[in-house]
């Protein structure tokens, strides 16, 4: 069965600064992945997913992502945070078939300090 | 892009009562809907997938009888929590996806669900 971990439960970063959440997940083979954003009592916004090709994806808001398959790891990036990104972050992995709902990590809740 | 338009988005019931929530898929057509459940700060747990026309498969530990998927069209499905008690209170969010995998999973804004 495939699972995702998420490491850090909570991240806190000074606005302005570069953002590295950390993903790792466990699959047999190459699965898809997603970076999902998740405000107080909303839906999830997809940031960005990876399916194949290229391992650095982009995403919308101005994150990115790096799939490392020796690492079995799919790392968000931001080079500067807004306050506005303070939000909940779930990476999420999905079975190449597609017939199977996500498998989501625990979540990173992200900070912003002033 | 595509969208889900999940209602209501909170809901209050009495203990013992049904409630149902819809999942709409608006400018797609959704092959495949799935239902998650969310409790406070916590991630979200997969508790079932339907495909149009046929019947749910619910995860390990789902009561299916307690949660009634139908996925009647292409663009609507819905989950009636059956006999609601206080417990199945939680955040209940659905996903649809159309047959290409590529454009991913689209996620209704959820449904907040207390039972008192």
């Known amino acids: 069965a495939q699972s995702v971990t998420q490491p850090d439960i909570h991240i806190t970063v000074s606005e302005g600064a570069s953002l590295e959440l950390r993903c790792n997940y466990s699959y047999g083979a190459t699965p898809y992945l997603f970076w999902y954003v998740q405000s107080p009592g909303q839906g999830l916004q997809l940031l960005l997913k990876y399916f194949s090709g290229d391992t650095l994806v982009q995403g919308i808001k101005g994150f990115e992502a790096e799939f490392k398959r020796s690492q079995s790891s799919f790392n968000l990036r931001k080079p500067s945070v807004h306050w506005s990104d303070a939000a909940e972050y779930f990476c999420?992995?999905?079975?190449?078939?597609?017939?199977?709902?996500?498998?989501f990590g625990k979540g990173t809740h992200l900070i912003i300090q002033p | 892009g595509a969208v889900v338009s999940q209602h209501p988005s909170r809901v209050i019931c009495k203990s013992g009562t049904s409630v149902k929530i819809e999942c709409r898929s608006l400018d797609f057509q959704a092959t495949t809907m799935f239902w998650y459940r969310q409790f406070p700060k916590q991630s979200l747990m997969l508790m079932a997938t339907?495909?149009?026309?046929?019947?749910?498969?619910?995860e390990q530990g789902v009561e299916k009888d307690k949660f009634l998927i139908n996925h009647a069209s292409l663009t609507l499905s819905t989950l009636t929590v059956t006999s609601a008690h206080p417990e199945d209170s939680s955040f209940y969010i659905c996903?649809?996806?159309?047959?290409?995998?590529?454009?991913?999973?689209?996620f209704g804004s959820g449904t907040r669900l207390t039972v008192v």
């Open positions: 339907s495909n149009e026309g046929s019947k749910a498969t619910y």
């Open positions: 996903s649809a996806r159309s047959g290409q995998v590529l454009y991913g999973y689209t």
């Open positions: 999420a992995v999905g079975a190449r078939g597609g017939a199977d709902g996500l498998t």
